[in-house]
């Protein structure tokens, strides 16, 4: 299955969308009626070596200037239980490089020579009503993470309209952000890591950690056929509940094998 891509891609062509079409297409989800919503559960994806995924990404956070950028995800590698995906901005000159995560779509951390999930937006087989837990204890990050799937929509995002399974997370806590640089250009899930690297002497002036406390609230559109979510909008509010940040992910292109 393919989109249009890039022609470093494939023998895909990739096709531009102009920045009014992202406008009006943005935010365009519509709830599906019972009777054509699909019935049986999404089963997890069977990632295959060389899919690839375009995002666009826009970073919202108070006191900063908004970032937007093209990113470029595809799959180099594929285990029995993991793959590997690398990433890269589409201009090559920020957010870069590879990580490992579980065939569902979900990352581990070891802390203390234990392995534990670390991220997981998705559980497999999924169906409206399903709902599960992530607790996190590290001395990074100490949340409490609830995930359910609400139900079927029709999302429309630069590389078309599908219907999509709509998840949700609520996460409250305790966690940890560095100061320098934010808002960071967002990697893959669980990748951690800042869009560009400060120099020592950057990073020597700047306070590199502090304690964030509040509420998470992020919502996925997943897709089946995409093998993903299509898109996805992550929120942050402090312990007073005003909103300190947004990051919105939204699909451009793709190639699946």
Not at 146 to 152: D, I, L, R
Request: aromatic share 10%; with cysteine; net charge negative.
């Amino acid at each position: 299955m393919k989109a249009p891509l890039p022609s470093h891609a494939g023998s895909a062509t990739y096709a531009l969308i102009p920045a009014i079409a992202l406008a009006i297409l943005a935010g365009c989800n519509t709830p599906l009626t019972r009777d054509s919503a699909p019935s049986e559960p999404v089963a997890q994806p069977d990632i295959k070596e060389g899919d690839t995924w375009r995002y666009s990404i826009k970073v919202d956070w108070n006191g900063f200037k908004s970032i937007s950028d093209v990113r470029e995800d595809h799959i180099s590698w594929v285990g029995p239980s993991n793959f590997a995906l690398s990433y890269a901005s589409v201009d090559g000159k920020s957010t870069r490089g590879a990580m490992l995560l579980q065939r569902d779509w979900s990352t581990r951390r070891q802390f203390n020579h234990v392995d534990s999930v670390f991220t997981q937006r998705f559980s497999f087989p999924m169906s409206p009503g399903k709902s599960w837990e992530v607790q996190l204890s590290l001395p990074y990050d100490q949340t409490h993470h609830s995930y359910e799937v609400v139900g079927w929509e029709k999302v429309t995002v630069p590389a078309g309209t599908f219907d999509a399974l709509r998840v949700e997370d609520h996460g409250t806590g305790v966690w940890q952000h560095e100061l320098y640089p934010i808002p960071v250009l967002p990697m893959p899930p669980g990748a951690g890591g800042s869009r560009t690297s400060p120099s020592p002497t950057e990073r020597a002036n700047q306070v590199t950690s502090s304690p964030a406390g509040g509420r998470i609230s992020s919502s996925y559109w997943y897709v089946p056929s995409i093998k993903r979510e299509v898109k996805s909008i992550e929120e942050e509010y402090d312990a007073t509940g005003t909103l300190q940040g947004r990051i919105t992910f939204q699909l451009t292109s793709y190639a699946l094998h």
